[in-house]
């Protein structure tokens, strides 16, 4: 571990910029597949609508609620974020996550429901929003005569997650900045400065928060440079800390787990391989390579331990904590490849569904036992994905893990929302039916001082037999019952990637 230098940050920045050196295809004008593609299957199948390009006025509406009624005193705003720009001129991303971000807000209260969208408006957004045309390389597509690229900042889409921290939300992609964001009015305030030489220094999309002392841990990744950044910041914003964790295999790392002693990253087998353009060309799967597990303490980021385990890859963990003698478990939904990001993430930008199931992530409990001993187990039959924790127990021992879930015969998404006893394997569901597409399902607590798993299950919807969008309201220990309520939009939106929760007040 060594501290991060001004001159490191620079490096890291001159990586991404480096990349603008490769040729890239010039575009025939004869019009562009992967769009009319696209254009053939929205005029037929509504499912489609879950990378539709959300206007650019963005949306503000009311939402009907169609059933059930709001819990007394149930009061906040769902803030979710995701890619909602997909197409400019006729031309269409490859690839899934290549969209602009946009945020949007689920204002809950109780005069009743109202949405809001916004894109987020990123340097990026602003040049090709004057321009009426993607300029600058994407992180799977190259458009049409594209700019060049000075650092990370100028490819930042902000689309995949968003926080609350301090009095910002900020809106979170994985390769450069977060995003600051009025989290009143969604005005974006530009890209969020750290000082210290850390400006456009990777922050990922997944920062975890320790619920006894609100200090958020989050890391960075520079897979060329095989390392990661690491991130600690106080429960008001302030940087406590940032450094470099040297000599770690260059893998597409998306998220990581923390426990009360240690931050655990686990490195699939997705790795870095060489520089090319579309920068995610740039990671190969290697079945021969085991997924690297690497527990690093969080008082001294010197000291670390780890553990390989059978070739894998995964974007999403449930949580994790550790027992008395060490042995850290860790829940996390875990595919044999990375098939998803490879193709099925091109797939659904045609409108078309990726058909190959098997490669689909299952809900895995991971242990890591001192001496470098470990052990995958499947926690149940079936796929999971977006995996949510109640976030007083993030890091600590817990019981639940509530996502979303599908069957080999649904290749389209999943249906389903479930919440999975890690201990048992009991688990609950409720299926919203074939035409129902369910998104992150967020786990908030019914009061501060609730016993575990007492709160509601909050998750958007597409409706595709209706073509709107839908929020429900779930009780979280009894998702079987179905919604407590249930409201529908007037229109389709985007789907978001992952969201969060302000309880109480509203704008
Ligand atoms: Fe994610």
Redesign the pocket.
Known sequence: MTALSRRDALQLLAAAGGAAAFNTPAFARQGDPVFMDYQAAAANDPWTLIVRDAPAAGFDSRAELISGHVPDGFTGTLYRNGPGRFSRQDWRYRHWFDGDGFLQSWQIGPDGVHHRGRFIETDKWQIEEAAGRFIVPALGSVPPQPGGLTGPDDMNVAN??VILLGDELLALWEGGSAWSIDPDTLDSRGARRWGNGLDGVPFS??PKREPETGIVWNFGQDAPGARLILWKIGPDGTLLDAGLLNDVPGGMV??FVITEHSLVFLVGSYRFDRMRLPFIESFQFDEDAPMLAIAVDKNDWSVRRSWELPPGFL??FGGAWEEADGTIRLDAALSQDARFAMAGAYDVMRGQAETQTDSQSRHMLVTLAPGGRSRVEALGAGYIE?PQVDPRLTGLRRRDTWHIAWDADQPRGATRIERRNLHTGAHDAFDHGPDIYVEEPLFIPAAPDAPEGQGWILHTALNAGARRTELHLFNAGHLSDGPVASWRLGYACPFG??GCWRSGRLA
């Open positions: 995949t997650s999309a997944h998306h998220d974007f999403h977006f990637f992952h």
